[in-house]
Every structure is written in C-alpha cells, then in structure tokens.
Antibody
C-alpha cells in the first residue's frame, strides 16, 4: 500500500524554523517527483514546492522562495521541507504529495494525511 | 502563473441530482487538467486525470470533459458520499495551480 506520512509540524513563533518530513512507503520513491501542497484552515489548496526524482531540480512558489528548501534522501525513502523565517501566513496543513509521472497529465495521485504548521506568537 | 477559476464556489444539491462544476484556465492547458475530491478533515483524493480519465476505484457516475481552457466535472447522480469539496488543478506548467474549490452540500 502506498503511504506518505508527514511529521514535524507544530507551533512556532514568527521568524522561527521547522523541518517537515515525509516518509514514503509501498512504492519506489526514486521514480517519483514529490510536491508539498499547503492548505490554510478552511481555505483552498496552494502548491508550495516540488523536487524531481533524483533531487537535481527543485521549484518553489514565489511566496516561499528563499525561505523554504525541499530535499530528499531516496536511500531513506524520505522527503523534507525546511522552512525558515516563518510568517503567520505560512500557517496551514502541509501535505506531501506524489506526482504520477507515468500517467497522462502527471496527476497528484497519492497524498499524505497532512501536518499542521501554526505560526503565532 | 496559470490561474484556475472554478464555478460555482458552492452549490446545494439533493441525492440523485446531476451536478456540473466548471473550471477555466487563464491560458490553454491542452488536457492537463485533474480533479480532486476532499472531505472535511481528510486529504484530497484524485478523481479524474488528464481531463477525462477516471482514477482506479472512482465510480463511473463521475466524468470529466474539456480541452484548452474550459473543463467540466459532472456527477450524473449524486450519492450521499459525494458531498465534499472539489478542486481542479492544471499540470501543464509549473507552478502547479489549483482552482479555489467548489463545495457541494446537501440541499
């Protein structure tokens, strides 16, 4: 069974840092791009970042560029999101998401359960 | 960035109703359009990819059509488990962008 399990969320003060982790199982992580998508409580889905299968290319939303860093360790089946200089507007559930590159239109076919990040003093 | 606009933002319907949700892209995206269903407190779930292809396990009452900039998601006969929020998403170009969502609730 494909599983993506996020951890590392919590309460942090503005300006602080958190590192989110995503543990992948049930599939070969090395063949998939992975995204982070966030959702503020009661709001819509917002793409945050993605990393390609071998970690050689990354991409970020303008709102997090320069503050967030995505990385992966395929040997450990893990993907990470390092979040620095956190702001109140970063408060959201953060989902780790698999992109199915072998499917037409590259859908996001498996989502983790999400981890809540709250930025507040 | 490609902007995705869904309509309506919400709708009320009854079990057995036919429901149609539209999604418009700010520029052409060919058929690179995916639909997701999200229930309260849960992660989104892939319903339809590449405009019209049903993800494994998704009931056939769900269907999708469109090309270019205009797309629709149709539920032919609403079931109780279909009350949820639906999001479209383009995967034509980075950054991936989502519509704002359409909440389907019980009339």
């Amino acid at each position: 069974e494909v599983q993506l399990v996020e951890s590392g969320g919590g309460l942090v003060q503005p300006g602080g840092s958190l590192r989110l982790s995503c543990a992948a199982s049930g599939f070969t992580l090395t063949t998939y791009w992975i995204h982070w998508v966030r959702q503020a409580p009661g709001k819509g889905l917002v793409w945050v970042s993605r990393i390609n299968s071998d970690g050689s290319t990354t991409d970020y939303a303008d709102s997090v560029k320069g503050r967030f860093t995505i990385s992966r360790d395929n040997a450990k089946n893990m993907v990470y999101l390092q979040m620095n200089s956190l702001r109140a507007e970063d408060t959201a559930f953060y989902f780790c998401v698999r992109e199915a590159r072998g499917y037409s239109a590259y859908p996001m076919d498996h989502w983790g359960q999400g981890t809540l990040v709250t930025v507040s003093s | 960035d490609i902007q995705m606009t869904q309509s309506p933002s919400s709708l009320s319907a009854s079990v057995g109703d036919r429901v149609t949700i539209t999604c418009r892209a700010s520029q052409t995206i060919s058929t690179f359009l995916n639909w997701y269903q999200q229930k309260p407190g849960k992660a989104p779930k892939l319903l339809i990819f590449a405009t019209s292809l049903l993800q494994s396990g998704v009931p056939s009452r769900f269907s999708g059509t469109g090309f270019g900039t205009d797309f629709t998601l149709t539920i032919t006969s609403l079931e109780p488990e279909d009350f949820a929020t639906y999001f479209c998403q383009q995967s034509y170009r980075s950054p991936r962008t989502f519509g704002q969502g359409t909440k389907v609730d019980i009339k």
